[in-house]
């Protein structure tokens, strides 16, 4: 079964540029997050789709960032303009149906951008 | 809001040394807690869980015990091998929150020969 898929696995772009991280979750798996870490800070949630819905996204620093999953399977992560603070690395996070039990949370490799 | 707090390192050890990395959290209700480790060049694994008191995760020889008395899951091994070098992380979820995952700041593990 193939894991958690990010692309691309570095970026790097000018300040002011757009760029648009993908994520495919494990096949199956109804909840996907984002993450991002932050230059030496700690891995902090961005936000959370239960299928195509986003669930929450309380994490999203600002309107710069736009998620989208599309038909609930894949999803983007939108970063326009941006700015030299949004250097980091991103991670995707796949898990099966939450119900009353807590799901292990299945991470991909993360993507590594850099703002310049 | 909850938050997880894990010792700074980088911590340097000898092969076959024993290793704890300390790890405590705040939450607003009974949280799951976990251990996620990361390799050179390679994504967040998840290393071990515990998701109630006194209930202990276990892996790789690895050990974590859910103390909510201490409000801690500090992880310990008894021998590291080169192999455990890596950045581990603390972190902790609440299903009323969606199980997002609240990270502790990591801690690096560096075991030489």
């Known amino acids: 079964e193939a894991g958690v898929t990010q692309f691309p696995s570095h970026s790097v772009i000018e300040k002011g540029q757009t760029v648009t991280l993908r994520c495919d979750p494990i096949?199956?798996?109804?909840?996907l997050y984002w993450y991002r870490r932050v230059m030496g800070k700690e891995i902090k949630f961005l936000l959370h789709f239960v299928k195509e819905s986003k669930q929450d996204e309380s994490g999203m620093p600002n309107n710069r960032f736009l998620a989208e999953r599309t038909g609930g399977t894949y999803s983007t992560l939108k970063v326009q303009p941006a700015e030299l603070e949004d250097s980091g690395v991103y991670f995707c996070a796949s898990s099966q149906d939450i119900g009353s039990a807590q799901k292990t949370q299945y991470f991909g490799p993360g993507t590594r951008l850099l703002v310049l | 809001g909850d938050s997880v707090t894990q010792m700074e390192g980088p911590v340097t050890l000898s092969e076959e040394a024993f290793l704890t990395i300390n790890c405590t959290y705040t939450a607003t209700g009974y949280p799951s807690l976990f251990w996620y480790v990361q390799y050179p060049g390679e994504g967040l694994q998840l290393l071990l869980k515990?998701?109630?008191?006194?209930d202990k995760g276990s892996n790789k020889g690895f050990e974590a015990t859910y103390r909510k008395e201490t409000t801690s899951f500090h992880l310990e091994k008894g021998s590291v091998q080169v192999s455990d070098s890596a950045v581990y992380f603390c972190?902790?979820?609440?299903?009323?929150?969606?199980?997002?995952?609240?990270f502790g700041g990591g801690t690096r593990v560096l075991v030489k020969p």
């Open positions: 096949s199956g798996h109804d909840n």
């Open positions: 515990a998701t109630k008191a006194d």
């Open positions: 972190a902790l979820s609440e299903l009323a929150a969606g199980n997002k995952l609240t």
